[in-house]
Structures are given as C-alpha cells and as structure tokens.
T-cell receptor, first 113, second 113 residues
C-alpha cells in the first residue's frame, strides 16, 4: 500500500494564480481531510470529507475549494493564491469514528510570491 | 468552541529520563477521541497513541503513555526512557463527534545526550 500520497512536494505560485494540490489514498478510508501547518500554529483543518460526494468546511476554508468524486481522491483547489496561503499542506485519511487515527501524506510546501 | 492547548513551546530532557508533555482540551461533546502525533524534522506526522473519552484506563503504547484526567480535561503524554530519536515536535489532537480534528500548537522536545 502506498498509503496517502500528495503531489506536488513543492510549489511556487505567483499571487492570483490558481492550482490544485492532489491527494490520494489506497486504504479505502471514508474520511479525508486537508490541513495547513504554519509556524507556531499547529495544524488547522481546511476542509474535510466523510465520504464520496460529501465535503464540509473546517476552521480555515476561505480561499480553498474541495470535491470528493471518488473514495480515493480528495483534491484541494486554491482559487486565487495569496501570500497568506504560503504554508505546508497536509492531506490525511482515516476510517470514520472517534477511535481511528489519521494517516498523513508527506505534505506539500507551497510558497506564494 | 473546541480547542487544544499545549503550553510548553519547548522542552528539554536528559537521555533515559522520563518527560511529560502537557495538553488540555476544551469541548462540550460527551464523546471524543484524543491523539498524540510526533513530527520529526523530516516533516512527516507519526501517530503515537489514542485515548477515548469513555476509556477508564490510561492508554499505553510501548514507551508512550497518556495521563488522561477527564474532569480536568487534560491528556498529557508521558515518554519514558527518552532516546535521542525522540527529539521532535509533538502535537496533541482531538477528534469530535462531528469528525473534525483539532490540533494544538505543539511542543518541541529536545533529548540531551
């Protein structure tokens, strides 16, 4: 099993550009989520999904869109990149339910200039 | 509002000694899950230990144990017999019944030889 994969590993964008961060998992997990990690702020939930066709907002959803057309994939779209979106982005997946830990991807380091 | 607080930005421990990393949480949910993750300098997120809100016994996983005090809403991580490889960031997290995860800001642990 590859686990949770994310592409790209690194990305530099100019302000106003759009892009999609890819996330895929091969563990048949229903739950998937996106976080951003900024220095001194831990991980903050952007969007999450409890199954194909179902998405919901987390703590910091503004400026990001998601969709979940399959169980395996959960892409994150930046609509119009801003310097404030410079961060490390993690995708994670798990079975639903309180007792299940999340499996994280390796992260994408995004810089917006 | 749900919140995780880690009040120790940085901690030092002598090799082979035990160390406690503090975590308090705030939730009105009756059911929730508490997790600790380790993030080494390489950046990946590694699951360490889980405690359910209705578990009466403290969780243990090898050298990791979770000191769960429900009335005080605390979930401290205890690492026994510290090793140099334990040097990393440690994050406390909570999963609520709405399937949202909340993370603390982390504690940087340095193990001194």
């Amino acid at each position: 099993n590859a686990g949770v994969t994310q592409t790209p590993k690194f990305q530099v964008l100019k302000t106003g550009q759009s892009m999609t961060l890819q996330c895929a998992q091969d563990m048949n997990h229903e739950y998937m989520s996106w976080y951003r990690q900024d220095p001194g702020m831990g991980l903050r939930l952007i969007h999450y999904s409890v199954g194909a066709g179902i998405t919901d907002q987390g703590e910091v959803p503004n400026g990001y869109n998601v969709s979940r057309s399959t169980t395996e994939d959960f892409p994150l779209r930046l609509l119009s990149a801003a310097p404030s979106q410079t961060s490390v982005y993690f995708c994670a997946s798990s079975h639903p339910g309180l007792a299940y830990e999340q499996y994280f991807g390796p992260g994408t380091r995004l810089t917006v200039t | 509002a749900q919140k995780i607080t880690q009040t120790q930005p940085g901690m030092f421990v002598q090799e082979k000694e035990a160390v406690t990393l503090d975590c308090t949480y705030d939730t009105s949910d009756q059911s929730y899950g508490l997790f600790w993750y380790k993030q080494p300098s390489s950046g990946e997120m590694i699951f360490l230990i889980y405690q359910g809100s209705y578990d009466e016994q403290n969780a243990t996983e090898g050298r990791y144990s979770l000191n769960f005090q429900k009335a005080r809403k605390s979930a401290n991580l205890v690492i026994s017999a510290s090793q140099l490889g334990d040097s990393a960031m440690y994050f406390c997290a909570m999963r609520n019944t709405g399937n949202q995860f909340y993370f603390g800001t982390g504690t940087s642990l340095t193990v001194i030889p």
